[in-house]
Structures are given as structure tokens and as C-alpha cells.
T-cell receptor, first 115, second 113 residues
């Protein structure tokens, strides 16, 4: 079945540690890729997006992600996390050919950063 | 400020009592949609609307209705809520077009007892 997979459901890090969250999708064709963050009790906010061009995209708050087409992956990275990065992170994919513009979400990764 | 506004933020109701969750956006977006978020499942699309009077089912439409009489509003209607509709609901809007991003509301946490 076509899907979006996030491999880590829970991640615990200490402040200043590096972060990498995996995301793989199984759709063929051209896709748009997104990472959203949900801070406790808040709505989804866009961290970064990839539509085309440079496969290394930079987002807000020091996050970046790399699109590797051959691996169908769009992993999220941050060199040094802060306590304020504690949140749930969602990878999402939108197939360009899909006329419903539907976003397909992964199941999310809960990140806890210990001070 | 550009935003998507949902009301109410929290709602506890009883089985079978009709309810409506409102969604309004001020960005003149053509496209609006509703998602539900459940633990371990991410977000799943319930219904979407390409424009006024144009709506269609998403992946999990059973038990829900929507309407799009005005461009800015897209209410979600539960005619007869059941406990399996207990969830966190998000409304989203975006411009149509294949390289645009979606903006989300703050969510509505619904509990059906």
C-alpha cells in the first residue's frame, strides 16, 4: 500500500545533540514534501517544504531536510536541538497528480529534548 | 494576520447529539479540507472542497458532512456523533495549484461519550 513511513515514533535527546528523523514514502511520480511540527497543545506549523530544485532545503528554527529521490526519503535534521524543540513532527507528502491535493501524513515522531 | 480559525477548541458531547465544528480562513483560499488526528495514525483526510459548492470525500468520510456555501467557511457536521469519532480535528486551507502549502487551524479536540 502507498504510504508515508516515519521510523522513529519516540525520540529522546539531550540539549545540543544532533537530530535526524527519517521519512520514507512509497508513491511514484512527482511529489511535494513537507515537514510539520506540532508543539504541545498547538496547531500544525510548517517547518519546511520541498517542491523542486535543490534537494537540500532549509526551514525555520535551524531545521533542514534532504530529498533523496532514489531512496524515496525526506529526512529531517537539526545539528543541535534545544529544549524548545520538544514537539511532535510529521512528514507529509502530496502527489502532484492527485487532483484532491490531499496530504498523506506519516504517523508522527514525538521528540523530547531534556535540558 | 493570515489564519485558519476553528471553533470550538474543545468539545465534550453525548452520542447522537448533532454538532458542528466551524472553520474560517481569511486568506481567500479556494481549497479547504478537514483532517482527523488519532494516535499512531497521523492525520487522515475526512472531506475537502475545491471551491464554493464543490466538496468531495477524503479517506475517512463516514459519519461526517460538510458544506461550502461561502469561500471562507467550511463547517464540519456530525449528524449523530459516536464514540469512535472522539479525535483531534484540524481544518486546513490552501490555494489551488500543485506547488502550494496548506495552513492549519489550531485544532478541535472532540470527545463523544
Amino acid at each position: 500500500a502507498q504510504s508515508v513511513s516515519q521510523h522513529n515514533h519516540h525520540v529522546i535527546l539531550s540539549e545540543a545533540a544532533s537530530l535526524e528523523l527519517g521519512c520514507n514514502y512509497s508513491y511514484g511520480g512527482t511529489v511535494n514534501l513537507f515537514w510539520y511540527v506540532q508543539y504541545p497543545g498547538q496547531h500544525l506549523q510548517l517547518l519546511l517544504k520541498y517542491f523542486s530544485g535543490d534537494p537540500l532545503v532549509k526551514g525555520i528554527k535551524g531545521f533542514e531536510a534532504e530529498f533523496i529521490k532514489s531512496k524515496f526519503s525526506f529526512n529531517l535534521r537539526k545539528p543541535s536541538v534545544q529544549w524548545s524543540d520538544t514537539a511532535e513532527y510529521f512528514c507529509a507528502v502530496n502527489r502532484r497528480m492527485d487532483s484532491s491535493y490531499k496530504l498523506i501524513f506519516g504517523s508522527g515522531t514525538r521528540l523530547l529534548v531534556r535540558p | 494576520e493570515a489564519q485558519v480559525t476553528q471553533n470550538p477548541r474543545y468539545l465534550i458531547t453525548v452520542t447522537g447529539k448533532k454538532l458542528t465544528v466551524t472553520c474560517s480562513q481569511n486568506m481567500n483560499h479556494e481549497y479547504m479540507s478537514w483532517y482527523r488526528q488519532d494516535p499512531g495514525l497521523g492525520l487522515r483526510q475526512i472531506y475537502y472542497s475545491m471551491n464554493v459548492e464543490v466538496t468531495d470525500k477524503g479517506d475517512v468520510p463516514e459519519g461526517y458532512k460538510v458544506s461550502r456555501k461561502e469561500k471562507r467557511n467550511f463547517p464540519l457536521i456530525l449528524e449523530s456523533p459516536s464514540p469512535n469519532q472522539t479525535s483531534l480535528y484540524f481544518c486546513a486551507s490552501k490555494n489551488t495549484g500543485r506547488v502550494t502549502e496548506a495552513f492549519f487551524g489550531q485544532g478541535t479536540r472532540l470527545t463523544v461519550v
